[in-house]
Each structure stands twice: as structure tokens, then as C-alpha cells.
């Protein structure tokens, strides 16, 4: 057994990133996840996506942003321009209706009357040199209570070499780990944690003293352990991406809805995306809990399964489809979607990280690289087509025909970089081709 757990690339994990679905959220927390929603105070609804960009169109990283009340002036929503220039804003999160609200950029006196999602991205263009942030922070928040014992072992040893693969592959990067791990009330204590270090062994040595015990009942201080990560890791203001891994199988206590949310709209005006780790005996309520504080901070969700053998039975999540895979893969990946930059220098060839797929070539797409305006042709029918940037975050939606055979389009208001064109042919096939926006 001792051969087994001290080897990574075991545990097998999915992803959801409802950011990669047009509409399918709102079905779902109308139905399957509506009690969850009213039990927690959260709705995800009233969705503003903003995208910054400077003259020389590139995205600005790291500039906050905010949601304003249009009668009050209140800021109903803070939030921090991620990787790509792009921040996620909402109403529905705070109980506010879709009113008229502002998007502001404070310190440049920009606003502009807010469009939903569904009805646009709103864009916004600064008088700011294409800068690069330096830092990068992640953190990874662990649950430390007797039923993660079937896991925690396996965790440990991927996190270690994730953490190892991430610190030799961002070495030109100002790089800072730290983490949290937690248990319950009355158990042997609460939160421990380690700051933020580039000294990577420290950051080695706490994760491998740690071990599961305590708990008992199936909600945990998850809130305790989130204020423990805001408050007392040291989050600098001005890293190109901060990332908040939450490792858990269960809620936390019923009576702390209203604290969470406080920390959930702490986390997102912080800048901190959070990315929930869902482990054996999650329940539905825990993933639409998890689910929705990925949406409020720009995160996405990630689950493990059954697949690798290990641990006890994990929920499968509400949703279409989703792909299986190493978790150690899917964590690397979804560090460099968020770590990732645009570099300011002219040119657009660069390669992103993006998620392998499939591509079953229907459409052509010209010209590639484009300045902007691009062709679209098909020779079977399409029912739906998106635009979406690298990490495959939908931001277009395009009214497709199987009759039509052309599409127009055009990206020119768009940052330069690469975006995929994904599809869905008549019968029911995804595709996707990557083009390149360059000026």
C-alpha cells in the first residue's frame, strides 16, 4: 500500500467551468439546485462580463472593477481584471433585480452603462501601457476532518507534485505558495497554515506533516478556513493571478450562509478566483454551494471520480457532458489558464494553454491570423456556433442555420490573442478551430 500512495498521477478528476456553457446554469439553479440556492442565499444570476483593453489592444490584468447601483452609486459587485483583462460582475449574488447599473473603473473615471451577459460583453478601452504582472499566488485550502481519510493521503502527494512541476515551470515568475488545512470545532484545532513562501521545501514539508482526523459530523468549518486564507495569507494587490485550490467533501455549517457569502464577495473584490477540489461523499449541496463560488470569483469547479479506484463513491456533477483525466493534469492545466499572459509585444502566435479536444474540421476559417473580421464557412450545417478565448469561456454567441453555409464576424473589438471557434454540427457533434486575433 505504501508504494501505492506515495505515487501521483492516481486520482482521476472532471471539470465543469459553467463559463463554457451558454445558458445551462440558469436551467439548473431553477431546478435541480433551486432548494440549495434558497438554503444558501446565493444566486448566480445577473451576470456582467467586462472585458479591458488598451489602445494596442491588449487585455489589462489585475485592474479592479466595479458593479454600481445607477440611482445610489453603491458598489453592488467588486472584482479584478484576471489573466485576460476580463472580470465577472453580478446583481443576483447580493438579491439585486437587473436594474440599471455602471461598470467604473475608479481611478480612470471610465463607466458605462452595464449590459447582462446575455445580452453582450461590456467593453471597456483605458489609457494604460500593456504591463505584465510578475506574481503569481496559489494556495491550496485543505480539509483536514476524519472523512477525507480515504483521500487525503493520494491529495498530498498530487498537490506535491504539482506544486514541484509549477515551481520549476514559472521559475522566471515571482512564485508564492502557501496553504490552509482545517478541521471542526472541538476537534485538536482548526486552521493551521503556512504564509505565502517561494521556499518551496517549506511549502513541501507543511503539506506532508498534515493528516485527517476529527470532524464526525458532515458540515466543517469551511468558512473558518476561507477567512483564514483571505485574512492571514499574505495576498499581494498587484499579481497577474491568485488562486484559491479549495480541497473539501463537505458544507460548511448551515448557520454561517450569510458569512459565506460575505466571503465570497470578500474573495472576488480581493481578486482571488476559487477553485473547489469536490472529493468523495460531496453531496448536491455542496456542489452547488462549490459551483457557485467558482461562478462569483471567476473560478471553475473540479470533482474527482470513481474512475481511479480510489476513496469512497464520488457524486457525479449536474451538467451535459465532461471529460475524465488525471487530476494532476487537470490542476496543471488549470494553472496556466490562469497564469497565462498575453505578452505586450506585437504579434499573436503565441500558444496558449488550452484543453485538447477533438476537432472534427467542419468549418474553414479565414483569413488566420485575422485583424479582426473572419470568415466562417461550413459545408454541412451548423446549429450552434460561440466565440470563446483560450480557456474556453464563451463570450459570443452567434445565430446559426444548418441552411446557412457563411458567417461573418468580427473580433476587432477583441484583445489580441488566441479565441476558438466551437460548433455544433446537425447531428449533434462539438468542434472547435483555433483562430488568432494579431495587430
Not at 472584482?79 to 473603473?105: P, S
Amino acid at each position: 500500500v505504501e508504494e501505492t500512495i506515495t505515487r501521483s498521477r492516481l486520482l482521476t478528476a472532471g471539470e465543469v467551468n459553467d463559463f463554457r456553457k451558454w445558458k445551462m446554469w440558469e436551467d439548473y439553479s431553477q431546478n435541480e439546485f433551486s432548494q440549495f440556492s434558497k438554503q444558501w442565499q446565493l444566486f448566480p444570476t445577473h451576470r456582467y462580463l467586462v472585458q479591458l483593453q488598451n489602445a494596442d489592444h491588449r487585455g489589462i490584468v489585475g485592474q479592479p472593477v466595479y458593479l454600481l447601483d445607477r440611482s445610489t452609486a453603491d458598489t453592488v459587485w467588486k472584482a479584478v481584471t484576471d489573466n485576460t483583462g476580463k472580470a465577472e460582475l453580478w446583481a443576483g449574488f447580493m438579491g439585486m433585480e437587473a436594474k440599471k447599473y455602471y461598470i467604473a473603473v475608479r481611478d480612470h473615471q471610465n463607466t458605462i452603462v452595464a449590459s447582462e451577459f446575455k445580452d453582450g460583453i461590456n467593453k471597456l478601452q483605458l489609457e494604460k501601457v500593456c504591463s505584465v504582472p510578475n506574481k503569481v499566488e496559489i494556495a491550496f485550502v485543505v480539509d483536514a476532518t476524519g472523512s477525507m481519510g480515504d483521500e487525503i493521503e493520494y491529495l498530498k502527494v498530487e498537490l506535491e507534485d504539482v506544486i514541484r512541476s509549477t515551481f520549476e515551470k514559472y521559475n522566471d515568475l515571482d512564485l508564492k505558495l502557501g496553504s490552509v488545512f482545517y478541521r471542526d470545532t472541538k476537534d485538536e484545532y482548526l486552521t493551521k497554515h503556512i504564509n505565502f513562501q517561494p521556499d518551496l521545501l517549506k511549502v513541501l514539508n507543511f503539506v506532508k506533516l498534515q493528516s485527517a482526523g476529527g470532524g464526525g459530523d458532515m458540515p466543517e468549518a469551511v468558512d473558518v478556513a476561507l477567512q483564514t486564507a483571505l485574512d492571514s495569507l499574505k495576498w499581494s494587490q498587484d499579481a497577474r493571478a491568485k488562486i484559491l485550490f479549495l480541497v473539501l467533501d463537505a458544507p460548511p455549517h448551515a448557520d454561517v450562509a450569510n458569512r459565506m457569502l460575505h466571503l465570497i464577495v470578500k474573495a472576488s473584490a480581493m481578486g482571488v478566483r476559487i477553485v473547489p477540489i469536490a472529493c468523495s461523499g460531496t453531496d448536491k449541496n455542496t456542489e452547488f454551494l462549490m459551483r457557485s463560488m467558482a461562478l462569483a470569483t471567476n473560478g471553475t469547479y473540479l470533482f474527482l471520480t470513481d474512475n481511479s479506484g480510489i476513496g469512497g463513491t464520488h457524486i457525479k456533477p449536474t451538467t451535459d457532458a465532461f471529460d475524465v483525466e488525471l487530476l494532476n493534469d487537470l490542476l496543471r492545466r488549470t494553472i496556466e489558464q490562469m497564469v497565462f499572459v498575453q505578452p505586450c509585444a506585437p504579434g499573436g502566435g503565441i500558444e496558449v494553454p488550452i484543453k485538447p479536444f477533438e476537432n472534427i474540421s467542419k468549418i474553414q476559417l479565414y483569413p488566420n491570423p485575422t485583424n479582426g473580421k473572419l470568415t466562417i464557412e461550413n459545408s454541412k450545417g451548423l446549429k450552434e456556433i460561440y466565440v470563446t478565448d483560450f480557456t474556453g469561456k464563451i463570450l459570443i454567441r452567434i445565430a446559426a442555420s444548418p441552411k446557412i453555409k457563411k458567417y461573418q464576424l468580427d473580433l476587432s473589438t477583441y484583445p489580441s490573442g488566441g479565441y476558438f471557434i466551437r460548433y455544433i454540427t446537425e447531428d449533434n457533434t462539438w468542434g472547435a478551430e483555433k483562430v488568432i486575433v494579431a495587430r
